[in-house]
């Protein structure tokens, strides 16, 4: 059974960093995209940025510039490294695995605070 366990949330000031971790389990996931989405209160989820098994990466235009995705494909692990945080960040990121029907995480928790 698929698992895709996040960590890496927390409170962190306007202009500092986070680094969110997802490791997957389950399965063998060479050959499927993965990546990170949010979801805002009051707002749909979106995919803010995605990687390839071959390291292409994909980010809406809200974070390119300020977060980096990467991915370790031997341990099945995909990270997000977020910079220059803003209030507007503030979200319950969810790790992403494209494989067919595509599969969520449970969350973590980011809040963008003075």
């Known amino acids: 059974q698929v698992q895709l366990v996040e960590s890496g949330g927390g409170l962190v000031q306007p202009g500092g960093s986070l680094r969110l971790s997802c490791a997957a389990s389950?399965?063998?996931?060479?050959?499927?995209?993965m990546g990170w989405g949010r979801q805002a209160p009051g707002k749909q989820r979106e995919l803010v940025a995605t990687?390839?098994?071959?390291?292409?990466?994909n980010y809406v235009d809200s974070v390119e510039g300020r977060f980096t995705i990467s991915r370790d494909n031997a341990k099945n692990t995909v990270h997000l490294q977020m910079n220059s945080l803003k209030p507007e960040d503030t979200a319950v990121y969810y790790c992403?695995?494209?494989?067919?029907?595509?599969?969520w995480g449970q969350g973590t928790q980011v809040t963008v605070s003075s």
């Open positions: 389950g399965g063998i996931f060479s050959g499927y995209a």
């Open positions: 992403f695995l494209g494989i067919p029907g595509g599969y």
């Open positions: 990687v390839t098994t071959g390291g292409r990466t």
